[in-house]
């Protein structure tokens, strides 16, 4: 029975060997010198200033959320699309009932305020 | 693998009529309420959700006796789905009646997302008592916890209540987890997440039925529908997020979702796994046993009366147990009327506690209610009523519901737990009895003013009550419909 | 239309409705729509049932029993409870005088309780449950509901005696009637309980008539007799038989339009209607036949002597029911199932007159008495007489009620009382005694009867200065109905003449499809001449008649007794003539001998009572069983319950309980403390009790 996962496995093989000849070999190859400024945390980019502490408005994640979730519905629509002939009339019905659900929650998005910035 | 074969099921509207019915009623609410902001003093919200909850019940009334499989198996459309609905429809309809009056002094539940979440929470409700797939059950049971997650912070001034909504958020998604893994660990054993195929499967390979994998799944399942109906020892969470919820939900949550979770429960015990009643018939008992001890033992020596009520509800969720230990025709017939007859009780009682509240905040102390009896004659009479069927004592349902669920577990076999049954009977009389002895006979010492409640809640109180008695009474009509639902039940 | 029966007990329940729910309401605003609904509820029921009782003389007489099922009750295992009617010539009978004699009462109650204020509503709510109790009892196909119904009128009765419950020996009253018919019920229960199960014991779970009946014969005697004695017991309470017919006479305390409609015409005979629906079930235990007629006999004599000394006109109706009931019984108790129906048809129309007359002479008295600010007793009869002037149309239709009971011929009461005492000495169950008793019993019936109409109607007024000329009849509502039952009474009787007087006895032909009888029996009815039947008549006349001879003879009546010797000697029709002619001549006697002591020579009474004191007083004070029962049962229960209550109930149940309720609220507390408010605890319990279930179910997979 679990054979038909054996492809499963040799890919996670595959990645977790990529993943460690990846850092085996450049820690092999790559030259090594170890000084203080080479051990900061970022060593090359701005150096921090003032509080690490900063609110990030909480339109930020309303956006990502709404966006998530859009992105994700359009991602269901893919293998519809795909078999959408062999679905037929059931499958198109699915589908409106589907996108009228979503502009319904567009809609109450929409007059909810949630899209405006300001 | 089956799974990888695709079919195309038909379209069959009648099979999800009432929770299609339902749905729509949400989105409609949910677009009146967000175009209209100014309406927030009207109660047109609720009467637009009360006519789509009417029309959904309707509709399970007239598609009662069709047998059929819908959509390659996921919905099941029987006896006992329809029952489900109707139970899962009257909580949702008696809830609205009682929200109609209760947000006039919580104008923040007074929005199209309270009622649009409390729809939702009914057809995932609704969808539990006729899914027909692991998948589909899980479904369901997230659609309806997601929304009474957020049902229950809605009060979100308070502390208390978003605390509750944070508890039962986590504990919940905690539970469902379980919920899942023991899922998976069904699926992984017998290859299909079909209840009747799960079933026919063990029919075929009866070695499966003792494995670790399955056995393993049926104890992570067990958790997780322990934890939906506050079964001992996931019952935890149930006092603290019934004290915090609006007083309008907590008896939504504690029947309705009470309801669901045991038709879940029966259907997947049942139908997919009835190869195993000998096996988790003892630890069952056990449970059964602590759930209503437990519940009855602290329930005495609360005095916030939401906090009772919600240790009562554990308590119930025990006799219910007994009813599935019974394991009979007659025992899940017995589960059946009683989550109806608790739908009406609870209701009834939760309606006339929300009846007390108001701006500055609730009366949920027992103290509260000293005196109320004279004082609001009609409303002490519908709580005296409701606390009998409580208690059991005739000829209020309740004591039908436990002289069904009792007797069911006597013919089963099951002397004992009957006996413990109607002890725990005894101990839950002098807590409910307590209610009605403050109510008539206590000194008053904070005088507690009752606003004039709304025509609407006063239709539910009167519909819980003529329920409650109709129930208790002339129990037969109810009883023959949940019998023939047990009987139609697709296996 | 048949199936339309269930209508006949929904309207009056609708009047409970509106009139319980919103009466006070309707009160204030108008009282009269009060009685209206009330009264149309009832009148409804009574042309409904007036439908079906036709429709069902259409039918053939082997054709009428029709089993309607209103709903499934309860039902669960082998219990199956059913609302259910039947429709049969029994339960039409008494559905018609139960509604029709109801309606009456009810239009007299707008008369009588007129000047009722602020419980008008509540007295109408009580009547109109009553009918559906009783509709509920006497229509019901099964005893469950009969039970129901019984129980249902024992409590409006207890709410209606208790009706004016301000007055403490009302609301004693009330109680007195509720408990002993407790006790009474407490043995019906038993005997259903009984017949439930050992009829289960063969398989048959079911409690409705049809089928009890048609398995009784699985019984075995003993069972039979136990059962049938059983539901005696709560006949005796609910029908006033001895022992526990001591509620009745206090339950006078109540209005009288209730004394009339249920301690007189309806409710009371409920005892002799289930007998006589159980005629198949008593038919098979002689035994328990004797002990019923036993009772009915002694119940008919022992009342009507009371009746002789009372005073209070309503006492004297109250133990002349008790002795009516007791004739009813004893019909029961010999096999003459018709008889005994036939006389609680006639008695519920001349009885209910006799409370109504009585009802209005009283009424008219306290209006008179209230005038003049006296508080004399207005039900005493001392203080009454010559009121026939005053109220004519009470005292013609009272005279016609009283003629009826006391038996005079042509009258209904007559015909009933007649053949039930026919049947007492000619039926195989019969005895010459229970004759005899029934004969003595309706003579003193006929005196006290008249006594009470002389020292009513006749000489002087004797009530207080003043009070005379406010003396009148009274209003239309309550003299419409005396004269509706006036008429009933008269001619009732006319529906079961006997063969004897040439009729044809319709009422029983009537009845026989319900009257399982045993085809020795229906021989005897039919021949009348069977060998063994007269052989054994003619036996019994002949050695009793010798009995009868001697106590009549002592009663100075030689030539009748020479007449009974000639009895023996003819066939049964000559004794039926002649114990008919005897028993008219002794309620003749008795009207005589009571124009004598209050018309003629008034000073008899007197003298009487101070020659024979003991006995006056045994008379006067209900031979003091009341005292004897005070003394006997109640006052060492109570003292057994105070010991129970102070000695084991204080000291150790409550010990007990006290001591599990402390522990149990001790546990309560502590587990209180376990429920922290921290999810992560709660977290940690369903971790917990995830591992529990865990390890279980891997032992259940590894075992």
Request: charged share 10%; hydrophobic share 55%; aromatic share 14%.
């Amino acid at each position: 029975m679990l054979v038909k996962y054996i492809p499963v496995l040799v890919m996670m093989l595959v990645g977790i060997g990529f993943g460690v000849f990846a850092v085996v070999v450049s820690s092999i190859l790559g030259p090594s010198r170890r000084f203080k400024v080479k051990r900061e945390t970022y060593e090359c980019g701005m150096p921090t200033e003032g509080a690490t502490y900063v609110q990030t408005p909480i339109k930020y994640y309303v956006v990502a959320l709404l966006f998530l979730v859009f992105d994700l519905e359009c991602v269901f629509m893919y293998p519809w699309a795909v078999h959408y002939r062999k679905l037929g009339l059931f499958g198109f019905v699915e589908m409106l009932v589907f996108m009228v659900i979503l502009f319904v929650c567009y809609v109450y998005v929409w007059k909810k305020g949630a899209l405006e910035w300001e | 693998m089956e799974m990888l074969e695709f079919v195309v099921p038909a379209l069959n509207v009648k099979a999800i009529l009432p929770q299609a019915i339902l749905s729509l009623t949400a989105l409609t609410v949910l677009l009146v309420g967000v175009s209209s902001p100014h309406n927030k003093k009207t109660s047109s919200l609720g009467y637009l959700s009360l006519v789509g909850v009417v029309v959904a019940l309707i509709s399970t009334l007239m598609i009662n006796g069709a047998r059929e499989s819908a959509y390659n198996g996921m919905v099941l459309m029987d006896g006992f789905s329809s029952f489900i609905t109707l139970i899962v429809c009257i909580v949702t309809l008696l809830t609205i009646l009682s929200s109609i009056n209760y947000q006039r002094f919580f104008p923040r539940l007074n929005c199209g997302e309270y009622y649009c979440l409390l729809l939702f929470a009914a057809v995932g409700m609704s969808f539990m008592g006729s899914a027909g797939n692991l998948l589909m059950i899980f479904l369901a049971l997230e659609t309806m916890s997601i929304s009474i997650y957020v049902l229950a912070g809605f009060k979100s001034d308070e502390a208390q209540s978003i605390e509750s909504a944070m508890k039962y958020f986590l504990l919940g998604a905690f539970a469902s987890g379980f919920l899942l893994f023991g899922f998976a660990l069904v699926y992984g054993c017998t290859g299909t997440m079909d209840l009747v195929k799960i079933s026919a499967f063990l029919t075929a390979h009866p070695e499966v039925i003792h494995s670790k994998m399955l056995m393993g799944g049926v104890a992570l399942m067990t958790v997780g529908f322990g934890f939906k109906v506050a079964m001992f020892p996931f019952h935890m969470w149930t006092p603290d997020v019934y004290e915090g919820a609006p007083t309008s939900i907590t008896g939504f949550m504690a029947t309705g979702v009470k309801a669901a979770a045991f038709a879940a429960l029966l259907r997947v015990f049942f139908v997919a796994l009835g190869h195993l009643q000998a096996d988790w018939t003892g630890i069952m008992w056990l449970l059964a046993f602590l759930t209503m001890t437990i519940g009855n033992v602290v329930a005495l020596s609360q005095t916030n009366i939401k906090r009772m009520l919600a240790y009562s509800s554990i308590a119930h969720a025990g006799y219910l147990l007994v009813g599935f230990v019974a394991g009979s025709k007659l025992g899940q017939s017995g589960i059946l009327f009683y989550l109806l007859s608790y739908a009406f009780t609870n209701l009834g009682a939760f309606g006339v506690i929300a009846l007390l509240g108001r701006d500055g905040g609730e009366y949920t102390s027992l103290d509260d209610f000293a005196g109320l009896g004279f004082k609001y004659p009609l409303m002490g009479l519908a709580m005296a009523v409701f606390m009998f069927s409580m208690a059991g004592i005739p000829p209020a349902s309740g004591f039908m519901g436990k002289f069904y669920l009792f007797s069911s577990a006597m013919k089963a076999g099951f002397i004992w737990l009957a006996i413990f049954g109607v002890i725990n009977s005894v101990i839950s009389l002098y807590y409910y009895l307590r209610v009605v002895v403050v109510m008539y006979f206590k000194e008053v010492e904070r005088d507690v003013v009752m606003p004039k409640p709304s025509a609407a809640v006063v239709v539910g109180l009167v519909i819980a009550a003529i329920g409650v008695l109709q129930m208790g009474i002339f129990p037969s009509y109810f009883w023959d419909m949940a019998r023939q639902s047990v009987q139609a039940m697709l296996m | 239309m048949f199936d339309k029966v269930w209508l006949i007990p929904i309207f009056p329940i609708i009047g409970v409705l509106i009139n319980g729910l919103l009466g006070r309401r309707i009160e204030n605003i108008n009282k009269s729509i009060i009685h209206w609904i009330a009264c149309g509820a009832v009148a409804l029921s009574f042309i409904v049932t007036c439908i079906l009782f036709f429709q069902m003389l259409g039918l053939p007489a082997d054709q009428r029993l029709y089993e309607f099922t209103w709903f499934d009750w309860i039902s669960g295992g082998v219990l199956h409870t059913y609302v259910a009617y039947q429709i049969d010539p029994l339960s039409m009978l008494m559905c018609l005088f139960v509604t029709g004699v109801g309606f009456l009462i009810h239009v007299y109650s707008i008369g009588y309780m007129e000047t009722e204020e602020g419980r008008y509503y509540r007295f109408f709510t009580y009547l109109n449950l009553f009918m559906f109790s009783m509709i509920n009892l006497v229509l019901a196909n099964n005893y469950l509901l009969l039970f129901l119904g019984w129980e249902g009128v024992g409590l409006c009765s207890y709410l209606l005696i208790g009706f004016w419950f301000s007055e403490e020996a009302n609301a004693i009253a009330g109680k007195k009637a509720f408990i002993t018919n407790r006790i009474g019920d407490f043995g019906f229960i038993i005997g259903l309980l009984l017949l439930y199960t050992s009829l289960g014991e063969h398989g048959i779970w079911t409690l409705r008539f049809s089928e009890v009946f048609t398995h009784v014969h699985l019984l075995s005697p003993q069972v039979a007799t136990a059962i049938c004695l059983l539901l005696f017991v709560g006949c005796t309470a609910k029908s006033a038989q001895i022992p526990l017919y001591v509620w009745l006479p206090d339950a006078m305390a109540g209005p009288t339009p209730v004394s009339a409609l249920i301690h007189a015409a309806t409710m009371v005979t409920s005892g002799v209607y289930m007998i006589a629906r159980s005629n198949i079930l008593y038919s098979m235990s002689p035994f328990a036949m004797g002990v019923v007629a036993t009772f009915g006999a002694l119940t008919a004599l022992f009342a009507a002597s009371i009746g002789l000394v009372q005073n209070d006109i309503k006492k004297v109706l109250a133990y002349s029911t008790v002795s009516q009931l007791g004739y009813m019984f004893l019909g029961l108790g010999v096999g003459a199932y018709a008889a005994g129906m036939f006389h609680v048809l006639t008695h519920a129309f001349f009885k209910a007159l006799l409370f109504l007359g009585a009802g209005s002479v009283i009424h008219s008295m306290h209006h008179g008495l209230h005038k003049i600010h006296s508080h004399v007793d207005a039900q005493d009869m001392r203080n009454m007489g010559g009121l026939k002037s005053k109220t004519p149309i009470t005292y013609v239709t009272f005279l016609i009620a009283t003629l009826a009971i006391s038996g005079i011929p042509g009258f209904s009461g007559f015909f009933s009382k007649d053949e039930i005492l026919w049947q007492a000495y000619s039926s195989p169950h019969g005895h010459f005694i229970l004759w005899l008793i029934g004969a003595v019993a309706a003579g003193m019936t006929a005196f006290y009867m008249f006594r009470l109409v002389f020292m009513t109607f006749f000489n002087e007024c004797r009530a207080p200065e003043g009070a005379e000329e406010h003396l009148h009849e009274s209003p239309k509502t309550m003299t419409v109905p005396l004269m509706v039952l006036a008429f009933l009474a008269a001619v009732g009787g006319y529906l079961g003449v006997p063969h004897a007087l040439g009729g044809s006895n319709r009422f029983e032909r009537y009845l026989e499809p319900v009257m399982g009888l045993g085809p020795e029996k229906l021989l005897h009815k039919a021949g009348g001449a069977v060998a063994q039947g007269a052989h054994a008549a003619a036996e019994a006349v002949h050695g009793a008649v010798g009995h009868a001879a001697a106590a009549v003879h002592e009663a100075g009546m030689g030539h009748m007794a020479e007449a009974a010797h000639h009895a023996a000697e003819h066939g049964s029709m000559f004794a039926e003539y002649l114990l008919m002619g005897i028993s008219v001549a002794i309620a003749l006697v008795g009207i005589f001998l009571a124009y004598t002591m209050y018309i003629k020579k008034r000073d008899i009474p007197e003298k009487l009572a101070n020659s024979y004191p003991f006995l006056y007083r045994l008379l006067l004070n209900k031979w003091y069983v009341d005292e004897l029962y005070e003394l006997t049962v109640i006052k060492p229960l109570h003292g057994f319950s105070v010991l129970l209550w102070k000695g084991v109930d204080v000291a150790i149940v409550d010990g007990i309980v006290n001591g599990v309720a402390r522990i149990i609220g001790w546990f309560s507390g502590v587990i209180r403390y376990i429920q922290s408010g921290y999810v992560q605890s709660y977290a940690v319990s369903v971790v917990l009790g995830t591992v529990v279930l865990l390890v279980y179910y891997i032992i259940k997979a590894i075992s």
